[in-house]
Nanobody
Framework: QVQLVESGGGLVQPGGSLRLSCAASGSRFSINRMGWYRQAPGKERELAARITSDGNTNYADSVKGRFTISRDNAKNTVSLQMNSLKPEDTAVYYC????????????????WGQGTQVTVSS
């Protein structure tokens, strides 16, 4: 059973920083992509950042230059360093991991963490 556990959310003032971490356990196969989505109240879930197993990254335009995603393949962890936070970054942040269904089938299954609240407010 694959589980993703997030940590690091909280309340921070505008301009501040937070670091989110997510640890995946229970996977029998190497994790493909990992990343973070976020969902603000009344809005759809959107991709914030993602990273492949070989370190290629993508960011939403709204977070480029402020957020940095990283991962440790040996530990199956992904982190999101968030700097220069703005009130519009307030959301529940969900980490995810794309893992092969089996060694014979290339399909990827997506697993989600439970979400962690980030609130940016003075």
């Amino acid at each position: 059973q694959v589980q993703l556990v997030e940590s690091g959310g909280g309340l921070v003032q505008p301009g501040g920083s937070l670091r989110l971490s997510c640890a995946a356990s229970g996977s029998r196969f190497s994790i493909n992509r990992m990343g973070w989505y976020r969902q603000a109240p009344g809005k759809e879930r959107e991709l914030a950042a993602r990273i492949t197993s070989d370190g290629n990254t993508n960011y939403a335009d709204s977070v480029k230059g402020r957020f940095t995603i990283s991962r440790d393949n040996a530990k199956n962890t992904v982190s999101l360093q968030m700097n220069s936070l703005k009130p519009e970054d307030t959301a529940v942040y969900y980490c995810y991991a794309d893992i092969p269904r089996s060694s014979f089938v290339p399909d990827l299954l997506r697993y989600w963490g439970q979400g962690t609240q980030v609130t940016v407010s003075s």
